[in-house]
């Protein structure tokens, strides 16, 4: 039985994961680790901890004994918030609560991230992104999932205008996205989700990179 421990569980990617963790049937145990409970979430296996993701002291007696750790944390509006709190947030706390798994010997983790996550890319989020995900690649897990999803479709608009007209348009430019342009296919929320929660309980290689072709290839299994 797969034992998993999680963060970001909350966001609308993170509780679409645990809903399918749940509901796959091989999961032993399952930790969620945040600010607040996630709710609707009763299971004799789930256990849900209040702790300060950036100190990883009031979680780190939490995660030995774990196989998996996902990450689905990050910062919904990175326009809403300083360079500062972001990188803070969608990196530092990652890496911390990474490097806190890694010590704790959990073999297999997970990240949402983005696609075109690049250390070298001229776009701050971008850059910021491929730097954390060289910060994983350096912990030397011996399983790293990193999962690059373009758009992600949601049931309602969590945010402004301009995603509520993203939401709309983009579905509809899914089928001209051809070729080396797949990448950027839009995945609906639960596709998403359903594709982290396999991918952690099926074997694969020492690293990964899944883009929309591998999640939605995930999604249907």
């Known amino acids: 039985m797969l034992s998993v421990v999680m963060i970001g569980a909350t966001g609308a990617v993170g509780n679409r994961v645990v809903a399918n963790l749940m509901g796959l049937g091989n999961v032993g145990r399952l930790t969620l680790l945040g600010r607040r409970p996630v709710e609707g979430v009763s299971a004799d296996f789930v256990q849900q901890h209040s702790v300060d993701l950036s100190d990883s002291s009031s979680y780190r007696s939490l995660l030995p004994g774990h196989g998996v750790a996902i990450c689905a944390l990050g910062v ?14 969608d990196k530092v706390t990652v890496l911390e609560f990474a490097s806190a798994s890694k010590a704790a010997g959990i073999e ?14 001229k776009s701050f989020y971008l850059r ?8 994983l690649q350096a912990l030397a897990f011996k399983r790293l999932s990193l999962f690059h999803p373009s758009m992600i479709f949601t049931p309602h608009n ?12 983009w579905p509809h430019l899914n089928f ?21 929660a396999v991918n952690a309980m099926k074997p694969g290689p020492v690293f990964e990179v899944l883009s929309w072709d591998e999640i939605t290839a995930l999604s249907k299994m």
């Open 76 to 89: 919904g509006q990175p326009s809403k918030v300083s360079r500062e709190e972001f990188v803070k947030v």
């Open 108 to 121: 297999h983790f997970q990240l949402l991230s983005s696609v075109d996550a690049n250390s070298k890319s």
């Open 158 to 169: 969590r945010y402004v205008l301009s995603q509520g007209l993203m939401l709309k348009v």
């Open 176 to 196: 001209v996205l051809a070729g080396s342009l797949r990448k950027y296919r839009g995945i609906e929320v639960e596709s998403l989700g359903r594709a982290i």
């Open 128 to 135: 910021t992104k491929g730097e954390l995900e060289d910060g």
